[in-house]
DNA sequence: CAGCGAGTGTTCGATTTTGCACAGGGTGCG
DNA sequence: CGCACCCTGTGCAAAATCGAACACTCGCTG
């Protein structure tokens, strides 16, 4: 069945009884309602209407039109309600997406953001594969590294992210901790495998150590964390959760050479709905807990 | 809300995915169907679909579009299928109209057909007000009398109700019955309310019969029969009604002169449907009942 | 890495749709 | 009984819509 917009007319002649009650209901001439009517009826094969002098009444087949048309006009409206008050309410599914080192440190802002809207649920999504905004897969990305350059994408600087070096007082017993630089040489390191050295830390590594005293090396940040906890070695590792830990031991203090910047992304098309500027609104005021030495 | 066709072509682009296929579904050029899609999104203030170089996926409210236009499009293929489907079989409703007096002869043929056609409804309307077909509130009327000339009307012959003059055994045990048309004079008569004397037998007996002998007058057929039941007078009863009735005595046999045309009247727009033609076939089958002397 | 196919987006001319003016007819009221 | 009003119906011009062609982007494959 093609043409809506006749059965949207047929529809509004059935509940006035006249073509020009239709027309001025529809905002078009009556002409054009009478072109409607005949067109539809002429692929039907139906009479919808009996013609008389003092307008059109529906026979069966445009009462059981009536009938449905309604229901449809009925819910169309509810649509276009919803949608319409959709971008103005928090509500409904907002799906976060980051790398997953970052979850210890989101999750408790997300849960706290949900709780301050009840009529939301938040989908957060970790994962190797890089979520895509423009698929609509997300709604809200947070990035690290370089600055995403994606046409579609509305990016803005979130915090930047301070990793210092660090060992468990396990792997000072056995085998101390380096008080000078020199002594670096001589201790064993946890990295990430990144043979393209993307992460700033990494390259200082590969000047400063060398290559055979990496010992422990893995894809997986969660991995390299819980292989510094557990005295494998000394890594770089976020000062924001590894002050929390009184098991480790900053062997190197924070240098800004080794910070990482990390951006909020959402796709152009979002950017501007109260879900998704609720939402970096808060994140923005959480910068204070994660900006700590 | 307004354009149901945007909101179709919404639907298949949410279904199909991408604008080109929607295109192919519809039948008509992708421009078009882009077009749509921008100008339902500029009016409804949100954004339907995320565009990307794949195709298009429906955001959240586009989604709720793709449900709710799901069962729209359903209700209407079944709407269409129903209208298309009506005019071949013998069922709904089916509104038949005559003046009152017929009610006897015609409810027992119109339930014989409703038994032939358990999907059929029947409704028989009488009443005072003539039905007017072209309004659509009947679908076949039985009408008496001259030849209705109605421009959108179809009249085709149905039978020659025949009249007779009769009186019951009762008004015979006190007045006796005429046996010479002068013996008429002496008689008490029940006649139609009607100066204007439509009905041939009216006038006839305004010719035979002095006005002081007319008793009982009615504008109700069916008063009018009761009365000659009850004895109050002579009178013309239909050849058909009358016979059936053995406390009736005939006392002129039918002429021609008080012969009475019945028509069948259907309006054009219905006259072809198999329901109004199943109608007036059975009708037509069932004239040999009422042709009795 | 270059070519290819699929898909989006835009412009311009043609076609369809629409609106306007007017004619015709029925109904009701004074 | 006539008149005024409301409704339907129809040609014709204007406007909005549609379709063809082209440019561009992305992803896949040999």
Known sequence: MNSWDEIRTAYHVARMGTVSGAADALGVHHATVIRHIDALEQRLGAKLFQRHARGYTATEAGEDLLRVAQTTDDQFSQLTNRIKGRGAEVAGELVVTSVESMGPQLVPVLAEFQAQHPQLSIRYLTGSRLLRLEYGEAHVAIRAGNPPDQPDNVVQPF????????????????????????????????????????????????????????????????????????GAGIGFLPVYGAVQRDDLVRVIDPDDSWTVPVWLVTHVDLHRSAKVQALLSHLKAQIKRWDVE
Do not use: C, I, Q
């Open 159 to 230: 915090f930047r992210m301070k990793f210092a070096m660090y060992a468990a007082k396990s792997y000072g017993r056995r085998h101390g901790f380096p008080e000078r630089k020199e002594d670096l040489r001589k201790h064993r390191f946890v990295a990430f495998d990144e043979t393209g050295a993307r992460a700033p830390f990494s390259r200082w590594l590969r000047d400063h150590v060398p290559a055979e005293n990496v010992v422990f090396v893995s894809g997986d940040s969660r991995v390299l964390e819980n292989a510094v906890y557990a």
